[in-house]
């Protein structure tokens, strides 16, 4: 691989954590009944760099860091700021991120599209996620399937290399369990859409 490749690579692995980012803190906006806030995460010894959302929500009145809220914890709401743009939420998780200029238009279009073909992407992600439907799924797997479903289907990028990336975005913000679930998924999905295996 050139080093121009290598760098193209790379940013693109970059705009897509930003992606994916933004699409987490959309969908956490997107559930007002909960007591749900979306923090910055950055190493401490870092100025800009990679940064990880956490949600904190309040649970049978203790507060506590989860993936998701406790089915049973009541609707409650602590804000009365009304909810941010798809622009602002970007702006905010993009400004903690080195990217070139190309890589930046990138991310923002993935977001874009991704919501734009919501309904779509979720039906497809869903058809071939056995036993889940696509809102009890963690945030972090469904927007990395979204994510990758919209590059399956409506980008010439090697399904491998939307794999591989899908892969590393669950490794590195999702669970133990994210990987193998997003891998198998997407198999699944790439040899629907584009008729042929990803690996």
Known sequence: MTAEAHSNSSARHRAREVA???????????RPERDVRVEV?????VRKGPIKLRRKARVAGANETRNEVHPDAPPVRVSSRPPSTVEEVFND???????????????????????????????????????????RMAI?????????????????TPAAVILDEAVELARRFGSDE???????VLDAVAREVRGEDAR
């Not at 995460?41 to 010894?45: I, K, L």
């Not at 972090?140 to 399956?152: G, H, I, S």
Request: glycine share 2%.
């Open 178 to 184: 994210s990987p193998p679930f997003v891998n198998g």
């Open 41 to 45: 995460v950055r190493p401490q010894s």
């Open 93 to 135: 998780v993009a400004e903690h991120f080195e990217m070139p200029h190309a890589a930046h238009g990138f991310a923002r279009d993935l977001v874009a599209k991704v919501i734009e073909h919501a309904d779509a992407l979720d039906a497809i992600v869903s058809s071939h996620a056995r036993n889940w439907r696509v809102d």
């Open 20 to 30: 994916l980012q933004t699409l987490f803190a959309m969908d956490l906006q997107a």
């Open 140 to 156: 972090v797997d469904r927007n990395v399937l979204r994510l990758a479903a919209f590059e399956l289907m409506h980008t010439e």
